[in-house]
């Protein structure tokens, strides 16, 4: 078994595939409308969804929002250095929720980025 991909709901499909690619960099690697279901799925990655597990964009049409819950906790991505990811996402328009620095009663560099529908994105530096 293995993980196959992540779905979150958006109020703007355009919005957040443009977030996902231009701010952190990922690649839309197949978008497909449903017309009988009223929705279309967007599936978004770093590299293809053979090789690892993807986000997946589904867009419900006429749904602008959702409520967040208190189930929810965040997606985490590896980056090289957290400073200069959390730098550069903020250069491309994201917005860090979290400045970069060590996780509370820990020493790991962390920092948080939210996407344009409020999820929050951990960036984490690679393990050692």
């Not at 597990?53 to 208190?70: C, K, P, Q, S």
């Amino acid at each position: 078994m293995r993980i196959l991909h992540t779905m979150l709901r958006v109020g703007d499909l355009d919005r957040s595939i443009r977030f996902y690619t231009e701010v952190l960099g990922m690649r839309l690697l197949r978008r497909k409308d449903y017309p009988e279901g009223k929705f279309t799925l967007a599936f978004l990655g770093y590299q293809d969804e053979s090789e690892g597990a993807v986000l997946e964009l589904t867009y419900n049409w006429g749904v602008d929002h959702y409520e967040m819950g208190t189930a929810y906790g965040h997606i985490a991505l590896e980056v090289d250095d957290v400073y200069q990811a959390a730098e550069a996402i903020r250069a491309r328009g994201g917005k860090i929720i979290r400045e970069p620095g060590p996780m509370n009663a820990g020493s790991t560099i962390i920092a948080f980025v939210e996407d344009p529908d409020g999820y929050p994105i951990e960036l984490l530096g690679p393990k050692h």
